[in-house]
């Protein structure tokens, strides 16, 4: 059960962590409203690098933004989270998979491997968390310039990159989740046991201690 979890949770970290990498990089974070365009044959849209203009034709033309300071700060913010949960995602990828009930890794105990587990699943929650506020954040804004009547800029609809910033967002969550659960699952092993025998004989008292159920020879301490 609690390998099945982990493996499941690690595919759904996999998965969140290359859509995120596709919603940090896609350039369609926010597109043109077609009621602003003068003609359909033309779309702008915008993401966190460059704003971008294309035709009907087929032609797309690309601009980078051309500094960093004069951006808005929420642009900004949404860049740096995005850079911290691809961060992250990377780090609990590495993790999770050195936990992993299947994965050898030396003579490490399980005790030590469902908390490397969990240490991953919290991991991959977080960068879900950072992706989420990121892209809901973004959205916000359009939705709120849109419906703004004061707003005298060009509106946008919400895009495509806002779309895989969720879906990211809640397989990274699911998937750290599941992670968390299968480390709780793991069954400690139970303690070592020690016991005493007594005897007495004429040459005076004997006490044979058992050695730790830990020992790997198995054999008795003798006192």
Not at 121 to 127: A, D, M, P, T
């Amino acid at each position: 059960m609690a390998v099945g979890l982990q493996i499941v949770g690690l595919f759904l970290g996999v998965v969140s962590w290359c859509l995120q990498s596709s919603c940090t990089s896609n350039q369609v974070w926010k597109m043109r409203s077609q009621s602003e365009s003068v003609t359909t044959s033309q779309w702008q849209f915008e993401g966190l690098w460059m704003s971008c203009a294309a035709t009907s034709m087929g032609s797309i033309q690309c601009s980078k933004f051309k500094t960093v300071l004069g951006l808005s700060a929420h642009l900004q913010t949404c860049r740096a989270l995005m850079i911290l949960s691809l961060l992250f995602g990377l780090t609990s990828i590495i993790v999770s998979v050195l936990g992993l009930k299947c994965t050898k890794l030396g003579r490490t105990p399980e005790q030590v491997k469902a908390k490397i587990v969990l240490s991953g699943g919290i991991l991959f929650i977080l960068s879900g968390l950072f992706t989420l506020i990121a892209v809901s954040w973004y959205a916000a804004r359009v939705i709120n310039d849109f419906y703004d009547p004061l707003y005298g800029g060009v509106r946008f609809e919400l895009g495509t990159g806002l779309y895989l910033g969720w879906a990211a967002a809640g397989l990274a969550i699911l998937g750290g989740s599941m992670l968390c659960c299968s480390s709780k699952s793991t069954p400690s092993s139970p303690p070592a046991r020690q016991f005493s025998y007594y005897s007495t004989t004429g040459q005076g008292r004997s006490i044979y201690r058992a050695a730790p159920a830990s020992d790997a020879s198995g054999s008795k301490a003798y006192v």
